[in-house]
């Protein structure tokens, strides 16, 4: 009997359309037979491998567990964006938001 089946409903949902089980088992370094364990529940799904799916495809782990019904997907521009925004001092942080709504009120 498999009870845990309920706990990652979407682990094979977040890889489908972004890679095969081969391809992200490559990244990953494990078997594609090992993915499929996971995405079938025949295995339970180790915290590593739910944080590293939800890295390489770019999602939150919360989105992976159910926590969180919205795909929070951003786009490699939006990373590198909030990478730089997160990079700032607050007091740059509040003038960069000033010139980002006067962008938004000049558009």
Known sequence: MH????????IANVRK???TQAQ????????QQEVSRYETGEVKAP????IDLASICKVSVDHIL???TEASVLSDTEQH???LYNALTYENKIKAEERLLTLLETQ
Do not use: R, T
């Open 3 to 10: 009870n845990h089946l309920y706990l990652y409903p979407n």
């Open 17 to 19: 359309g972004k890679f």
């Open 66 to 68: 159910g926590h969180n």
């Open 24 to 31: 992200l088992a490559e990244q990953l370094g494990i078997s």
């Open 47 to 50: 915290i590593n491998y739910i």
């Open 81 to 83: 964006v909030l990478s």
